[in-house]
């Protein structure tokens, strides 16, 4: 029904572009695009604005940036009047953040909540987008822009029996919006990745009993979060535009960090046990950068594996417990290092249980409970940490059409290609905010998103000051930024790991790292530099037949 409409051409509304999510993302997409005059509609499918933050409601979420980091940086009346409570600011508070952000300024009447963006159609004799909503509309607009989050598609495996459980399920990233309350309940949580790490501590105090349903351990840190010292904000609001600058040209991550100038092997092992100390206590993930290689060398990033696996066995008492949950799998840092408070301490609890489910893997969820190991454990909720189909996922659920009718997972089978992360040839005036093939999740995501926001909004503005109407990433551009994301890989410990940057959490899905390594400062040179050089790789013509499609590259 959806692709008749759309083979129709009845188009219910007229926008110059549509943006699909209102996370932040999306909001600050909207905010620049209004701003050029354009007309906008954003589509977001949750009850409210926010994305991640909207959705990830878990007890214990927070982030893992520092709160004076993780935030908006191009208003300087809002980054001067929002004051963060926290060193890592919870939750609520920063979905309070981004309703703050949609008032202020006044974004909700060009977002439609509630409705989620089924397919979108580029059609070559407009030069336009046709995009269709659940509710059964089709609307025209000259750019389709996708804001549509890096982890927001949630995944539970599908295990046998899972439909037969009688007690309550829920995931991590879809929470329910009123309080879960645990008191009394057996519970069971299956992975121990971020999420899950940070929800176990809490579910462990309200719970009769918690077992923790772990296959491969992960590396923490403490997070040491505690209330914002009014000092240090009214330091960093002093500053504030100095130390923006920074993350954003001089750092690798988008987080105002100091790295020495040594490995970890420049340094005696004493040396190197009290740096590792410091940052052990400093907390939160610039334990990386307590070294300059540790990403890079093998066995320098062994020395910091070997630090928390001591960490892990000082914390824990029982030695069997904390042997279970010393990760020698991956290099640590290869896979996003988790951040927690009280982690590894919960395991001390007498209402805990660590259950290992690699040695035997899930049998089957039963009416009342799960199976592994021949063993079954009666349990009233199952909490599923199991993750996200990361980067493509979101937008694989869209039925997107471009040139030639061929659709975008046709074009990703075998892993995403995109120029700079931001376009994919034969899709043309379609923009991925974050995309895969840019330092999207590898960073502090709003760095990124200010980032790509601002070259997108410049690109427009570009073209319709040149009265241009179609922009498209050349096939070969695309080639050439394709194999250089895989080198900067390949010269890294990242792909050692089976992690969700590679989309080994989801069978089948093919192996390729997805982000951009090369840091958000490299990048952005790269990205301006494009811009500068004409938009350089980038086809932009006067729209209609005359665009030359790729395949006649
Ligand atoms: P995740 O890192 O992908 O962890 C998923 C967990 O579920 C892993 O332990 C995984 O085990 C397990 N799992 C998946 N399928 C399973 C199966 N079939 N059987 C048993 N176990 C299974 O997901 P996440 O914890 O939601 O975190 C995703 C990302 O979100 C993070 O890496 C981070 O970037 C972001 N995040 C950030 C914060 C923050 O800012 N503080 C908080 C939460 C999340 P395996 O490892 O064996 O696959």
């Not at 990033?301 to 892990?312: G, P």
Request: charged content about 20%; glycine content about 10%; proline content about 5%.
């Amino acid at each position: 029904m959806i692709a008749s409409q759309q083979d129709s051409g009845v188009h219910s509304e007229t926008y110059d572009a549509v943006i699909v999510g209102a996370g932040f993302a999306g909001l600050y997409m909207l905010h620049r695009l209004r701003g050029l005059g354009l007309s906008v509609r954003v589509y977001e499918q949750g009850g409210d604005v926010g994305g991640t933050w909207y959705w990830n409601r878990y007890p214990g979420a927070r982030c893992d940036v520092e709160s004076m980091q993780y935030s908006y940086s191009f208003s300087e009346e809002l980054q001067r009047e929002w004051e963060w409570s926290e060193r890592y600011a919870p939750q609520p508070e920063i979905l309070r953040y981004a309703n703050h952000v949609a008032d202020r300024f006044d974004l909700r009447r060009d977002i439609q909540l509630g409705t989620r963006v089924e397919a979108a159609t580029f059609h070559e004799d407009e030069s336009r987008w046709s995009v269709a909503t659940q509710d059964g509309k089709t609307v025209s607009a000259a750019y389709f822009i996708l804001a549509t989050g890096c982890l927001s598609n949630a995944r539970i495996p599908d295990f046998k029996g899972l439909d037969r459980f009688r007690g309550a399920t829920y995931h991590t990233g879809h929470w329910p919006h009123e309080k879960v309350d645990f008191t009394g309940q057996r519970v069971g949580i299956i992975g121990t990745g971020s999420s899950a790490i940070q929800s176990i501590p809490i579910i462990a105090g309200e719970a009769l009993h918690l077992f923790v349903f772990q296959r491969t351990p992960n590396f923490s840190v403490p997070a040491h979060n505690a209330s914002l010292p009014p000092e240090i904000e009214r330091e960093w609001k002093a500053d504030y535009t100095n130390r923006r600058r920074r993350a954003r040209e001089e750092s690798r991550n988008g987080i105002l960090t100091v790295i020495p100038e040594r490995g970890a092997l420049d340094d005696t092992e004493e040396a190197r046990r009290l740096e590792y100390e410091a940052g052990w206590r400093r907390g939160g993930i610039s334990f990386m950068a307590s070294y300059n290689n540790l990403l890079l060398d093998q066995a320098s990033n062994e020395t910091a594996c070997e630090f928390v696996r001591s960490k892990i066995a000082e914390i824990v008492r029982d030695p069997a417990v904390a042997k279970l949950l010393e990760p020698h799998d991956h290099p640590i840092g290869s896979k996003r290092l988790c951040v927690d408070t009280g982690y590894y301490e919960t395991f001390n609890r007498p209402n805990v249980t660590l259950v290992d489910i690699r040695s035997h893997s899930i049998e089957e969820i039963l009416p009342d409970g799960l199976r592994t190991g021949g063993k079954d454990y009666q349990l009233d909720s199952i909490v599923f940490g199991t993750g996200f189909d990361a980067m493509t996922g979101s937008v694989a659920k869209i039925d997107i059409r471009g040139r030639a009718g061929t659709t975008l997972n046709q074009k990703w089978a075998e892993g995403p290609r995109t120029y700079l992360g931001l376009m994919s040839a034969g899709f043309p005036n379609m923009f991925i905010i974050t995309g895969p093939g840019s330092p999207s999740v590898l960073s502090n995501m709003i760095v990124s998103i200010e980032q790509h926001v601002d070259w997108i909004s410049d690109c427009v503005s570009y073209m319709r000051e040149r009265n241009l109407v179609v922009v498209e990433a050349t096939k070969s551009a695309e080639d050439h930024w394709v194999t250089q994301v895989n080198e900067v890989a390949s010269s890294t410990l990242y792909p050692q790991a089976n992690s969700w940057y590679m989309g080994a959490n989801i069978p089948g899905k093919p192996r390729i790292f997805m982000p951009y390594i090369g840091g958000v400062g490299a990048y952005r040179q790269i990205c301006n530099g494009v811009a500068a050089r004409g938009y350089e790789g980038f086809r932009m013509t006067s729209g209609g037949h005359g665009a030359i499609p790729v395949a006649a590259e």
